[in-house]
């Protein structure tokens, strides 16, 4: 029960009066299940046959049998807001509040009355309803007193107030130019900082974050069946929805995976309890890459230019995002001017159905081939050397989006090393289950460990690796082309969500700005999404209502931004803490 969390949220009840209202009684009542208190909570209600509970379910009457049922689940959190009061008569006053709860098997959210009558002891409670109201936006919210980073770019405001209703942003500017309406609810951000939710423009839903979902990087099939891992993954994305939120991440794209990938896109459009997803759907590889299921392909074979239009044509009828292209080189010549004509072949379909097309590629000969492809977004780094003069001047002709994805190279070498470096990712933000398979990597498979050297030598790889992506980063920001976020989530310890911080610490240390990390992070990231997003990743009049309240500057350090206090999504205002897996 996160107790503290909650009243920073509840405004409206921190503080009991000693003169007996129905206003009081309304709080000390919510209070007690607040502080799970069985006696405080039952003494506020009527003790008589006619005490009435209404729900979905009906009428349903009696206290005893009420008594009977209390205690047994008090949830882990309730967040009370819009608390009101209406005075009936002298003797007679209904109440009515939004609650949200919190427990283990998710998110609630409804409206709940209660009638107070005046007794000789004080006022009770005598009906009560509850009904939940999960399909309508949030209530009105107001976030008053903070420094607005707005993710256009324009200077910091301090002492800002950001309205959010109907799950959108419905004034963010100076308390002048944003009076709080009357029919909001405050919380306080004074001393904190607004910015726009983070948007990881590079994750991987059919991925775990673990070597379960990669056998390619270590093969635990024997002990992690893979069509049962990729199975688990279908049915339960939610664990890694909240670690995304945890993580102040509010929006996602999936830029490769199963063809339910694709369904997340409309599950998750206004959820208050998952980030915005858009999918790009089942890669098509130039490679004929053999990590698929029995039934289904995530990785579809380029075997010639008449399957390669086929299948962007069938991304544009399944609504992918986008179509992605995993550009693999053959190490052979003819083979090189066949794969580049079909990666070409790709993007022109794409172009006809339009589909912006989105290319993996760490070589330099490749990226560039993609860009001359039509390739919108690049998502990874080039590894191979130095961006040169024909690459900034093809990006820049295309309005190409670089998205350098720098931190996964090093999982999987912690995943070599036998070393989970559980630091750099906070833990809190991770399922149970992803946690203690990550905090398994130190002593798993031991007979297929590579020696001491052979680590070594990968360590050193990777460096050398991080080294020239960070040195071209540098170089492609300062000649301007756009730079976005991604993490590529969910290969080996490039945990969900909470990855996100060590990337964007690393664009830092590539000689970014902080405030180029963070519109990396938002406005850039957002554009990478592409127009599925329906975003443009700034908190603007009209824009989703997805922010994160941070408790230091990100402005002056990019770390703090894992100095989350507040995450809102749609609307929905979360406390850190609530969405931490406990
Ligand atoms: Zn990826």
Redesign the pocket.
């Known amino acids: 029960m996160s107790r503290s969390t909650v009243v920073t949220l509840l405004v409206t009840a921190a503080r009991l009066a000693a003169q007996d209202t129905p206003l009081d009684a309304f709080r000390a009542n919510i209070a007690a299940i607040h502080a799970r208190d069985r006696a405080a909570y039952l003494s506020r209600y009527l003790h008589t046959p006619a005490l009435a509970r209404v729900g979905p379910d009906g009428l349903r009457q009696g206290y005893d049998d009420f008594a009977r049922g209390t205690g047994a689940g008090w949830p882990d959190t309730l967040v009370a807001t819009h608390l009101r009061i209406v005075p009936v008569s002298p003797d007679v006053a209904y109440g009515v509040y939004r609650y949200r709860v919190v427990d283990s098997s998710g998110s609630a959210r409804g409206v709940s009355e209660r009638v107070f009558v005046r007794t000789p002891a004080g006022w009770r409670v005598a009906v009560t309803t509850a009904f939940p109201a999960a399909s309508v936006p949030p209530p009105p919210m107001a976030l008053v007193g903070g420094t607005l980073v707005d993710g256009t770019g324009a200077a910091p405001l301090a002492n800002a107030v950001v309205v959010m209703r109907g799950g959108r942003i419905a004034c963010a500017g100076s308390r002048g130019a944003c009076p709080v309406p009357a029919d909001a609810d405050t919380v306080s951000a004074a001393g904190k900082w607004i910015i726009p939710g983070l948007i990881d423009a590079?994750v991987?839903f059919s991925q775990t974050g673990w070597v379960d979902g990669r056998p390619d990087a270590l093969d635990l099939r024997d002990r992690y069946p893979y069509e049962q891992v990729e199975a688990e993954l279908h049915a339960t994305p939610e664990r890694f929805y909240r670690s995304y939120l945890c993580s102040g991440v509010t929006a996602v794209f999936d830029?490769?995976g199963y063809p339910w990938t694709l369904e997340l896109q409309e599950r998750t459009a206004r959820s208050t309890t998952a980030p915005r997803v858009v999918a790009a759907g089942p890669l098509l590889s130039t490679i004929d890459f053999w990590l698929n299921l029995p039934d289904q392909r995530q990785f579809i074979y380029m075997s010639d230019e008449t399957a390669v239009r086929a299948a962007v044509r069938a991304h544009k009828a399944w609504g992918a995002a986008a179509v992605k292209v995993w550009y693999i080189m053959p190490p052979q010549p003819p083979d090189t001017a066949r794969v580049s004509a079909l990666v070409h072949a790709a993007g022109d379909e794409a172009r006809k159905v339009g589909l912006p097309l989105i290319v993996?590629a760490t070589g330099l000969w490749e990226a560039k081939d993609a860009m001359q492809a039509g390739a919108r977004v690049l998502?990874h780094s080039v590894w191979s050397g130095p961006v040169d003069d024909e690459f900034l001047a093809l990006a820049r002709r295309g309005g190409t989006i670089y998205v350098p994805t720098l931190t996964v190279p090093d999982g999987y070498r912690q995943v070599a090393a036998r070393r989970f470096e559980r630091d750099l990712q906070p833990l809190a933000c991770v399922d149970p289950a992803t946690r203690a398979k990550a905090l398994a990597t130190d002593t798993v498979a031991p007979a297929q460990r590579p020696s001491a050297a052979a680590v070594a030598e990968r360590s050193a790889r990777t460096a050398r690796t991080l080294a020239q992506g960070l040195a071209n980063l540098k170089r492609v920001h300062d000649a301007g082309i756009p730079v976005g976020l991604g993490t590529?989530a969910g290969?080996p310890l490039t945990l969900h969500g909470a990855s996100v911080f060590a990337e964007l610490e690393a664009m830092q240390a590539a000689g970014l700005k902080p405030v180029d990390v963070l519109l990396a992070a938002t406005r850039t990231a957002a554009r990478a999404a592409g127009a599925a997003l329906d975003s443009a990743g700034t908190l603007t009049a009209g824009a989703v209502a997805d922010l994160v309240v941070l408790d230091a500057d990100p402005l002056a350090d990019i770390r703090n931004v894992r100095r989350i206090a507040l995450v809102a999504r749609s609307g929905e205002i979360y406390t850190r803490r609530e969405l931490e897996y406990r």
């Open positions: 590079h991987h830029v490769g993996h998502v590529d290969n």
